[in-house]
């Protein structure tokens, strides 16, 4: 007998380690499955995902891999074996005729190819056609009609055994009780899914609120939750729908008859619609895998258009005797896979929330993300929109949140992961300083917006410059938006008050800017330091403050200074200036860089006019509203006419409304007018009130 062979240091190591990595492999492969199981708990029976569905899918692929690669850790419980999930125990078990079948995925066009020619290569065709559906991200459920009356309906559960939901299918009203033209002697079992059309989501949501209670997170979850309550009368207010993709017959010889009959996937499909069965208006038939890549184009191009979620689109090969020799694997047909879109919704941890200062001054929320793969592209960043929205979802520095991207929509945050919060999560602070420029942030009553006020604000200066600038305001001609973006960016401009130190020299450095062009805007920015007060009130861009509320300041107030000084109990005893206005004005001019600004306008030779005696002023005082057509002035030359005779004109009728001028065709004014017993005058009688014959 030859002497035992013993194992070297290296071989032994090596053996060592295999065994290491065999027990690593396995341990991750039972983690994988727990996690699974508890995942399609939350998905199937309580209607409530921890997780997107591309991260179940994940999920499933690396077990699905690991399986694969070590066959001898395979088990038939395996999740990648079993459908769903076990039916609840509030619903009574249901028994299908042929099991509920789920489906292979696809995530790429490779996987694709080679399903096309796995198909090919086993029925020996050089080409194959298809029948091409939306896959629906929505509830699975089985339909059964006898002798053409809906007799029972069931959920998918786990594929073969799911939960009476007969009642609440009832109140779908999509789904016929009868069907049409089907009144033979048969069993027929219908396979569909219950979504729920976005316009419904939306409506729901809005009730929840109302009522204060929580909001759906998305249609799937609102589709599902709707039809498991034990209610049917709270299904029948939620406005469900269904589409049907598949037919299951019976065992007798009636059945039978019917589906042999039927030669293709599209003719079942063609025959439903005909017994008044609801089936997608967007299915089609395919030949070869080119027309399969095409319509899986076609449908996500229209995706965002479509009045329902789906979630990738399904190839069935067309041929039922095809279908018939592909045959099955353990949960999925071979001759069917549901080719996914990228994924619109994705898991990830909120990094920090960090505040954007936008054009206008509103602070918006962001949160900053650990990167993730979402919607086609690399998300690191998504909107939170105010305080109340980040109140509202709890978002926190630190959670796991489910994030949403569709096409070319600002990603945002759906929900929060309580499960995963960290006992370290931060909760968010909006700042009392703008965090560009220190100026403080302010929030209306009424309002959603936190605001920065700082009329120098580097955020919002384009914006508050083009405003200034602007012909009703300052009135400095040929200060366009082009310029103004190139002050900025040469540095020639940083707040308003800058506009009155340029000279010709720093214009003429700037792109397309000759002699003659930089002569006439530092004349026009001359002829701009003495405006009327009004126009300069309405230059400072204050929240509230249009051309009106500036004109009525200008009659009470004759300078800046008094207008600053102005206390709220002033403010709101003047004509058609309220809280909101009054707050706004007081806001404005606490600010420490609004009065800094407005001292080096001073220093700078900017002198606004007051108005000149509009006590003495043919219509000082008066306030008119034009309705219908006038024949001899325009509506801007009347309003002119009335505002240089020291008149107000305003868009709606007030209680404070003199006169009600009524052109030919008037509106709704009319009768309004008459029932506050405003005076009335025509046009005529207008004329000789301006002076004009």
């Known amino acids: 007998m030859p002497p035992e062979k013993k194992a070297t240091p290296e071989q032994s190591s090596l053996t060592i380690d295999a065994i290491k990595n065999m027990d690593e492999t396995a341990k991750k492969i039972a983690s994988l499955r727990r996690d699974i199981a508890y995942h399609n708990q939350k998905y199937y029976q309580q209607d409530d995902p921890d997780i997107s569905d591309a991260e179940f899918d994940r999920l499933m692929l690396e077990l699905l891999t690991l399986e694969q690669q070590f066959p001898y850790l395979d088990t038939v419980s395996s999740p990648t074996r079993t459908i769903g999930s076990a039916p609840l125990a509030s619903f009574a078990p249901v028994r299908h005729l042929s099991p509920m079948l789920s489906l292979s995925n696809a995530f790429s066009e490779a996987e694709v190819l080679a399903f096309d020619q796995r198909v090919r290569e086993k029925i020996q065709e050089e080409q194959v056609e298809y029948a091409a559906d939306p896959k629906f991200d929505g509830l699975a459920v089985s339909l059964l009609y006898q002798n053409g009356l809906l007799v029972r309906a069931a959920t998918r559960g786990d594929g073969y055994t799911g939960e009476d939901v007969t009642p609440n299918i009832r109140k779908i009203s999509s789904i016929p009780e009868r069907l049409m033209g089907e009144s033979e002697e048969r069993i027929l079992e219908v396979r569909g899914e219950i979504i729920m059309f976005k316009e419904d989501f939306a409506h729901l949501n809005r009730l929840q609120r109302e009522k204060g209670e929580k909001e759906f997170a998305n249609p799937r979850n609102a589709a599902a939750g709707s ?106 047909p071979r001759f069917a896979i549901a080719h996914k879109f990228t994924a619109e919704e994705a898991a990830t941890e909120v990094a920090d929330i960090q505040v954007q200062v936008g054009r206008t001054g509103t602070l918006t929320p962001v949160a900053r993300l650990r990167p993730v793969f979402v919607g086609g592209v690399t998300v690191s960043n998504a909107t939170l929109h105010n305080e109340d929205e980040v109140a509202s979802k709890d978002v926190r520095i630190g959670d796991t949140v489910i994030i949403h991207r569709a096409g070319d929509v600002i990603p945002e945050v759906i929900r929060v992961v ?121 230059a400072l861009g204050i929240r509230h403050v249009g051309e009106h509320t500036a004109k009525v300041l200008a009659e009470r107030f004759s300078n800046i200074s008094e207008l600053i000084a102005a206390t709220e109990e002033v403010l709101l005893g003047i004509r058609d200036i309220g809280p909101e206005v009054a707050g706004s004005i007081i806001t404005f001019f606490r600010e420490p860089t609004n009065i800094k600004v407005l001292a080096k306008l001073y220093e700078a030779g900017v002198r606004p006019q007051p108005v000149a005696l509009l006590t003495k002023a043919p219509l000082a005082g008066k306030s008119f509203v034009f309705t219908g057509a006038m024949s001899k002035l325009s509506r801007q030359e009347a309003r002119k006419s009335v505002l240089a005779l020291g008149g107000l004109v305003t868009a709606s009728l007030t209680k404070t409304t003199d006169y009600l001028v009524a052109g030919a065709l008037p509106g709704s004014k009319l009768a309004k007018a008459r029932e506050a017993g405003i005076a009335i005058i025509d046009e005529e009688s207008f004329s000789k009130l301006i002076g004009e014959k």
């Open 227 to 332: 039809l498991r309550q034990l209610d049917p009368e709270v299904t029948a207010r939620r406005r469900l729908s269904f589409y049907a993709y598949g037919l299951s017959a019976g065992t007798g010889e009636q059945d039978k008859q019917l589906l042999s009959k039927i030669k293709l996937h599209s003719e079942i499909m063609d025959a439903m619609a005909g017994w008044s069965i609801p089936v997608c208006p967007e299915r089609a038939v395919v030949r070869g895998v080119k027309e399969v890549l095409s319509y899986y184009a076609r449908l996500e191009s229209i995706r965002p258009n479509l009045p329902f979620d789906i979630d990738g689109v399904v190839y069935k090969v067309n041929l039922l005797e095809y279908q018939e020799r592909l045959g099955f694997v353990s949960r999925a």
């Open 418 to 538: 309580i499960e995963k919060r960290p006992a370290t999560a931060v909760p968010f602070v909006m700042p009392e300083k703008c965090p560009v420029c220190g100026s403080d942030v302010v929030r209306l009553e009424n309002e959603s917006a936190h605001r920065c006020i700082g009329i120098a604000c580097p955020a919002q200066i384009k914006e508050h410059i083009k405003h200034f600038v602007s012909r009703n305001a300052m009135d400095i001609e040929g200060m366009g938006d082009r310029l103004v973006q190139q002050l900025l960016a040469n540095g020639l401009i940083a707040d308003p008050a800058d506009i009155y130190h340029l000279t010709k020299d720093k214009l003429l450095i700037l792109e397309r800017m000759g002699d003659k062009s930089a002569d006439n805007l530092i004349a026009a920015i001359q002829r701009s330091q003495t405006p009327p007060f009004e126009k300069f009130i309405f």
